[in-house]
């Protein structure tokens, strides 16, 4: 294995491929340098000499400057290098598009085909409470059902979409409830849904189910708690009636041009923009051209790359929705009197990133090169194939439920520090490290590490197009397997 890597030519630092001991000797582009300092592995080290103000290039673009002579051979972090970004900017266009062009494959996996065209990957029951009140209901009914039905096929799974929401809510905080809930009631992933009432909460099920436009009868079902006398026996005697509408459904060859897929990263290191990320960027842009679809979120860490993605905007009209949508995050940021860039977090600097910079341009990554096509605000569906953009934060458990929320029947989720959760459709974890992979096997799906280790990205994103079109057609993800399944509803304003 090598001992660091330089990811760009332009660059005057390099990262730690493994744990590097002080006066340890390195060859750089054909000179030696000798460390003045122990650096850890994911970390970065100088080049060459930089002068105090002078930019840090990694990827071949500024992550920051340096507060202080940074030597050769020097630990180069947050001790002695400073963000270069601050307050909200003006941007123009300078489009620089490239085409993806790639050999149509024919390919397929095993989907479900729903009545309104749309495609599932998995085919489950859901509960949806339209208030978290209900929560508990939702739970029973589930049990007497089970007790009632035996086995539960053709559905692979039978859940609650839990929540705390629903009430109380005022504003935004309102409509993003009604519409992430009513979203996840027409996701395709979904082979039929119960949606569960109390009967007071302003999340009116009424209203709620006005709100869906047109819906599957014989598959979404609503009943309203205050309204029967036995909420249970009621509840199941509706997923009986679903239950037995879905009795044939059956996988059948998909196109792949119909996988609609998430790029998620989270718990980020110092390999995520060098394994992990570039490979979910190599995928999207194999999707792309086999006429899927792929969506990028998190805008905070989108910030000081974004005119990279800017300059990849389809035309003008995208163009603007992107600087909306970047200052659009700005000024939420500000309007709660919060610093724009407080980023990264404890954890990402840990595994070796430094600056907003430096984590946004290795997050990007995931986007690969193809153009962007759509911009989407929170809640938004998607309606155009290609690489998409979409309105949400970094958390992660937020970020992922807007993925999903949007058609996605697949996040990917790319981390270097591991984490076990999952959102309401299939969540699959790539690692950037070997080590992470082999100490959290329970947690990981598939693991980019091997990038850093001899692989070449041709054989791993093989082994990765294989896995999805797997995983797509029913093969469990961990979290799956575990039954981690969350989602997180966006909250900004007042609670009554």
């Given at each position: 294995m090598k001992a660091f890597i330089k990811i760009n030519e332009l660059d005057n630092v390099a990262v730690a491929i493994r744990h590097l001991e002080e006066n340890e000797k390195l060859e750089v582009d054909g000179e030696t340098i000798q460390l003045k300092e122990a650096v850890a592995k994911g970390h970065k080290f100088s080049l060459k000499f930089i002068k105090t103000g002078e930019n840090i290039l990694k990827y071949g673009f500024p992550i920051g400057h340096a507060t202080d002579d940074i030597d050769v051979g020097t630990w180069v972090h947050s001790h002695n290098t400073k963000t270069n970004l601050s307050g909200v900017e003006e941007y123009e266009y300078h489009p620089n598009i490239q085409h993806i062009i790639g050999q149509r494959k024919n390919m397929t996996f095993k989907g479900y085909k729903r009545d309104d065209g749309q495609v599932g990957i998995r085919n489950e029951l859901w509960i949806v409470p339209t208030v978290g009140c209900v929560n508990g209901i939702a739970d029973q009914i589930i049990r007497e059902f089970k007790e009632r039905v035996g086995d539960i096929s053709p559905f692979e799974h039978i859940q609650v979409l839990k929540h705390n929401y629903g009430c109380s809510q005022l504003g935004d905080d309102h409509v993003n409830t009604r519409t992430i809930l009513g979203n996840a009631v027409k996701h395709p992933n979904a082979g039929g849904v119960l949606v569960l009432g109390l009967g007071c909460e302003n999340n009116d099920i009424h209203e709620f189910k006005d709100s869906l436009g047109e819906f599957n009868e014989n598959r979404v079902k609503f009943l309203r708690s205050q309204e029967v006398s036995n909420e249970i026996e009621e509840g199941v005697d509706l997923l009986v009636e679903i239950y037995e509408n879905a009795r044939a459904d059956k996988r059948v060859d998909i196109p792949l041009s119909e996988l609609k897929i998430g790029l998620k990263c989270g718990g980020s290191d110092g390999f995520s923009g060098i394994t992990a990320n570039p490979l979910l960027g190599r995928l999207s842009d194999y999707l792309v051209a086999q006429g899927a679809t792929t969506v990028l979120t998190e805008v905070p860490e989108m910030f000081g790359a974004e005119k990279i993605l800017m300059e990849r905007a389809e035309n003008e009209e995208v163009f603007h929705e992107i600087v909306e949508l970047i200052n659009d995050f700005k000024r939420?940021?500000?309007?709660?009197?919060q610093p724009v860039y407080e980023n990264p977090s404890p954890g990402n600097k840990?595994?070796?990133?430094?600056?907003?910079?430096?984590?946004?341009?290795?997050c990007t990554q995931k986007a690969g090169t193809?153009?962007?096509v759509d911009v989407l605000k929170y809640g938004e569906r998607l309606h155009s194939k290609g690489l998409n953009l979409l309105s949400a934060p970094g958390n992660d458990l937020v970020a992922s439920t807007a993925l999903a929320a949007s058609g996605c029947q697949l996040v990917l989720f790319t981390t270097g520090r591991g984490t076990p959760f999952g959102t309401f459709v299939p969540t699959m974890k790539i690692s950037t490290n070997t080590q992470i992979f082999e100490t959290k096997r329970h947690w990981i799906d598939f693991n980019?590490?091997?990038l850093i280790e001899g692989q070449s990205s041709e054989e791993l994103l093989e082994d990765f197009i294989t896995y999805i079109i797997k995983v797509a057609s029913g093969e469990l993800l961990n979290h799956e397997k575990n039954n981690f399944?969350?989602?997180?509803?966006?909250?900004?304003?007042?609670t009554l």
């Open positions: 939420y940021f500000q309007k709660h009197d840990a595994g070796g990133i430094t600056t907003l910079e430096d984590k946004s341009l290795g193809a153009p962007i980019a590490g091997t399944r969350e989602i997180a509803i966006f909250k900004t304003g007042v």
